[in-house]
């Protein structure tokens, strides 16, 4: 079946600095790209959808500054996590529909 | 706006015992409805779905679900758990734009 391959799986970063998720289709074309964010005991949370060639559509209170999403090909969707804070810690998961999900990836700012 | 609560935070159960997990939401317009499972370390797994038709939907690895429109309910169950269904469940409904909307998740954990 189709595959979603996310990369880091777990990043630890400095205050300020930023950070870059990638999402990577394997086998298949993603036209879109949609991007969850998993707080601890919480539910996921939609932030923004994906669109190769075209802007990113947040959600509302999501920063589009602040998470600069990119779908620069028909198999790859990036997230960056610009400048970022103890508070951007979380788990962020991509997903090509509602079948096929990347692994997730766990930030940690410090 | 679509919402999805999961009534069971946290299920501790025996090998062999029956599960059922709770899962309400509210959306006005063509739901439709998933189950999810997270095993530890693990990517979310879609379990069963439900689109239209037969609202008692089977799923994976023994998983079932009922839709109750007139109860906005789409309740997930096993009638016999194993130790390997430990895992996170979620509920989630979705949008004809292929959104999703989580429920907070159950954490099930099955005792040997």
């Known amino acids: 079946g189709a595959v979603v391959s996310q990369h880091p799986s777990r990043v630890i970063c400095k205050s300020g600095t930023s950070v870059k998720i990638e999402c990577r289709s394997l086998?298949?074309?993603?036209?879109?790209m949609f991007w969850y964010r998993q707080f601890p005991k919480k539910s996921l949370m939609l932030m923004a959808t994906s669109n190769e060639g075209s802007k990113a559509t947040y959600e509302q209170g999501v920063e589009k500054d602040k998470f600069l999403i990119n779908h620069a090909s028909l198999t790859l969707s990036t997230l960056t996590v610009t400048s970022a804070h103890p508070e951007d810690s979380s788990f962020y998961i991509c997903?090509?529909?509602?079948?096929?999900f990347g692994s997730g990836t766990r930030l940690t700012v410090v | 706006a679509q919402s999805v609560s999961q009534h069971n935070h946290h299920v501790i159960l025996s090998e062999a015992a029956s599960l059922e997990l709770g899962c309400n939401y509210s959306?006005?317009?063509?739901?439709?409805l998933f189950w999810y499972v997270q095993y530890p370390g693990q990517h979310l797994q879609l379990l069963l779905k439900y689109f239209s038709g037969d609202p008692l939907v089977k799923g994976i690895k023994g998983f079932e679900a009922e839709f109750i429109k007139s109860k906005f309910s789409f309740n997930l169950r096993k009638p016999s758990v194993q130790w390997s269904d430990t895992a996170e469940y979620f509920c989630?409904?979705?949008?004809?734009?292929?959104?999703?909307?989580f429920g907070a998740g159950t954490t099930v954990t099955v005792r040997a």
């Open positions: 997903s090509a529909d509602r079948e096929t």
């Open positions: 086998d298949f074309q993603a036209t879109t």
């Open positions: 989630a409904v979705g949008s004809n734009d292929y959104k999703l909307s």
């Open positions: 959306y006005g317009g063509t739901v439709n």
